[in-house]
């Protein structure tokens, strides 16, 4: 039977290291140390996926220097099977949620191997998060976790807590977000009688280097997977016009590949 591991960066067992294991919720899960923890996201890999078979989580590369979250399944020729996510303990914004942890990284992945494939994904091998963060899962994050999945990414929890399943409409994408936010979606509006998503860069037009773009990938990714799925043709001009052209860029390529523009 084949073998793989998880390979994970100096800086995330740095944090995994200086939690407090001896408060719940940890304790909840029967989790005393970072060797405790690690061993409890193998069982719950493999759990996950048997044919991952994960025998050990190690420190090593993971190619992406700006992204301490991104680790890697490699198999037993060190080759690279599979992209993990870590949503690592402590406070996060509920806009960086998901978004600053994954989708840079799947930014990357997308620039690096499949802006120029023949797949319509954003990722060119199976793509796991794996959500360690102690705090409730808010809506907001409920969110962030169903437009994950609505775009294939396997999303695997450490707490036993509500999950989403996936969204399969944007009409009901659309009405989330709005509950999110008093009523108004600043990512994108749909004309329905011409069957249009106009995209838009959200409430702070993409103003933060960091945060903004994130969000922006997070929310509008799935957005545009959905009104594909849908039968929806799309206006991007208000996306296009954004000055912010690292993260622009991924999104505009990626819905010329979806739409072959």
Same mark, same amino acid.
């Given at each position: 039977m084949r073998i793989s591991k998880i390979i994970i960066s100096d800086r995330l067992i740095e944090k995994l290291n200086s939690i407090d294991y001896s408060i719940q919720p940890w304790n909840d899960l029967g989790i005393n140390s970072? =060797?405790? !923890? $690690?061993? /409890? @996201?193998k069982k719950l890999v493999n759990s996950y996926n048997k &044919? $991952? %078979? +994960? +025998?050990?989580i190690d420190v090593g590369e993971t190619n992406d220097a700006r992204n301490m979250h991104t680790a890697l399944v490699v198999n037993e020729f060190n080759n690279t099977i599979a992209y993990v996510f870590f949503i690592s303990p402590g406070n996060i914004a509920r806009n960086m949620f998901l978004s600053q942890q994954v989708f840079s990284g799947l930014q990357n992945i997308f620039? *690096?191997?499949?802006? %120029?494939?023949? *797949?319509n994904d954003v990722y060119n091998k199976p793509v796991y998060i794996i959500n360690l963060n102690d705090d409730n899962n808010? %809506? /907001? &994050? $409920? @969110?962030?976790i169903k437009g994950?999945?609505? +775009?294939g990414l396997h999303y695997i929890d450490l707490f036993p807590r509500e999950t989403s399943k996936v969204y399969t409409d944007i009409i009901e994408y659309d009405a989330e977000l709005r %509950? !999110?936010?008093t009523g108004s979606n600043n990512w994108f509006t749909i004309d329905i009688e011409n069957r249009v998503i106009n995209f $838009? =860069?959200?409430s702070n037009n993409l103003q933060n280097a960091t945060s903004d773009r994130y969000e922006f990938l997070a929310r509008q990714i799935p957005a545009l997977a959905l009104a594909c799925d849908n039968g929806y043709s799309i206006d991007i001009m208000s996306v296009e016009e954004n000055a912010n052209s690292e993260t622009v860029s991924s999104f505009i390529n990626y819905a010329k590949k979806l739409y072959n523009l």
């Open positions: 970072q =060797t405790d !923890l $690690l061993e /409890s @996201v &044919k $991952l %078979n +994960i +025998i050990s620039n *690096s191997n499949c802006i %120029n494939s023949n *797949s808010q %809506n /907001s &994050k $409920l @969110v962030s994950a999945r609505s +775009i %509950n !999110l936010a $838009l =860069t959200g």
